[in-house]
């Protein structure tokens, strides 16, 4: 019988793809941690000590010296669970939302829920906005962030400071990013009807966020009224008010979204 080079391709594929459609026992029994026949991993608890812990790793003089003192025990690493509640950080874990509101969620794992990142100095954020949601202009006082979305759509815009005040503005798609300038102010909006998800990077252990509408009103109200020019619209008398009204971090979203998905603002 004779066979041309395509044939015996496709023999050979064949003779391939049906030993791996049916493993042995063998070969189930010896399967790779990593490999497909892996359960999924358990959830991960909370550090409530983080900000204990990363105090301590901060005293200690090399990062080998940093690396004993947070995972090994009377010299010997750690192992099975006690190893993986230090090494790993459970967004999927609502305990560890740090920020929130009508338009969606934040979590936010920094020094003081995840004390490694003492030793690799930088923080991470996963975020779900809900339709229309729109996470408020903010800034980070010590950080550059790097996001992207995985889900969904986002409209994304920032300021960076005088001198250059132009607004600029992206929208991104699911795997594509964006960057804010440390200090600059930014925001996320979903536009759409459907949950946006997005998973951001930050170059510092412990970034910090400051909400500019949020702050600006906390300051004295005869500064706030004197900074925006309206004393006569916005006096002393009804500055609480609107400090009360100021929504929080991640805020419903805008009128245009709303009305066109059917929500209630």
Known sequence: MRFNANSLLVAV????????????????SNAHPGSASATSPGPV?????????????????SQVDRLK????????????EALRDLTVFDFSNTDNVTEGG???????????????????????????????GLNIPHMHP?????????????????????GFTTEIDTQLGKFQATVFPMGSMHFQQ?????????????????????DIATNFFMLDAAVVNATLGF???????????FRQHIPANLALGV??????CGLKQ
């Open 13 to 28: 594929l064949a003779a391939v793809l049906s030993a791996h459609a049916a493993p042995t026992n063998s070969s189930a």
């Open 45 to 61: 608890p909370v550090v409530t000590n983080g900000a204990e812990i990363a105090a301590s790793l901060i005293t200690q003089p």
């Open 102 to 132: 009508a338009g969606g969620t934040l979590l936010l794992a920094t020094v003081d829920n995840f004390p490694i990142l003492e030793i690799a100095d930088i923080s991470a954020a996963v975020a779900f906005i809900e339709p229309c």
């Open 255 to 260: 009128d245009t979204c709303l009305q066109a």
């Open 142 to 162: 010590r950080a550059s962030e790097v996001l992207t979305v995985v889900e969904g759509v986002l409209d994304t815009g920032f300021l960076q400071e005088n």
């Open 69 to 80: 003192q947070l995972l090994t025990v009377d010299g010997k690493p750690l192992t099975g």
């Open 231 to 241: 004393p006569t619209t916005i006096g002393g008398s009804n500055i609480e008010q």
């Open 190 to 210: 979903n536009p759409t009807c459907e949950p946006a998800i997005f998973v951001a990077a930050l170059n510092s252990k412990d970034p910090g966020r400051s």
